[in-house]
C-alpha cells in the first residue's frame, strides 16, 4: 500500500508561483512513477505532469509547459510540482498519484492518489 499526502496550495493572484508536494510513504518506492493531475469543478480530471521515478524524466501537458515543472526527491520519497506564472485557468483541485505503468497520462492507470490540495488563482 502506498499513502500519498500534497501539500502546498492555496490562494494566489495571477502571475504568482506556488510549490506543491506530494509526500509518499507505504511500499518502496522506486517501483511507482509519479503523476500530477488536476480536476476544475464541472471538468473530468486531467493530466497535468508526471516523471519516471527511476530515470527522472518528465512529461508534462502543453498547456502548462514552460511554466510548471514536475520534480523528485528520492531521499525524502517526495515529488513537488513547480507552477510559476499562474493564470485563473489553472484553478482547481490538485492530486498526485502512482503508477507502475509507463503510460503516465490516463488517470485510469493509476493505483494510488492523494486527497488533493486546492489551488486558486485570482485575475
Known amino acids: 500500500q502506498v499513502q500519498l499526502v500534497e501539500s502546498g496550495g492555496g490562494l494566489v493572484q495571477a502571475g504568482d508561483s506556488l510549490r506543491l508536494s506530494c509526500a509518499a510513504s507505504?511500499?518502496?518506492?522506486?517501483?511507482?512513477?509519479m503523476g500530477w493531475f488536476r480536476q476544475a469543478p464541472g471538468k473530468e480530471r486531467e493530466f497535468v505532469a508526471a516523471?519516471?521515478?527511476?530515470?527522472?524524466?518528465?512529461y508534462s501537458t502543453e498547456s502548462v509547459s514552460g511554466r510548471f515543472t514536475i520534480s523528485r526527491d528520492s531521499a525524502k520519497n517526495t515529488v513537488y510540482l513547480q507552477m510559476n506564472s499562474l493564470a485563473p485557468e489553472d484553478t482547481a483541485v490538485y492530486y498526485c498519484?502512482?503508477?507502475?505503468?509507463?503510460?503516465?497520462?490516463?488517470?485510469?492507470?493509476?493505483?494510488?492518489w492523494g486527497q488533493g490540495t486546492q489551488v486558486t488563482v485570482s485575475s
Open positions: 516523471t519516471i521515478w527511476t530515470t527522472a524524466r518528465t
Open positions: 507505504g511500499r518502496i518506492f522506486s517501483s511507482f512513477n
Open positions: 498519484a502512482a503508477t507502475t505503468s509507463i503510460w503516465l497520462r490516463s488517470p485510469n492507470v493509476y493505483n494510488y
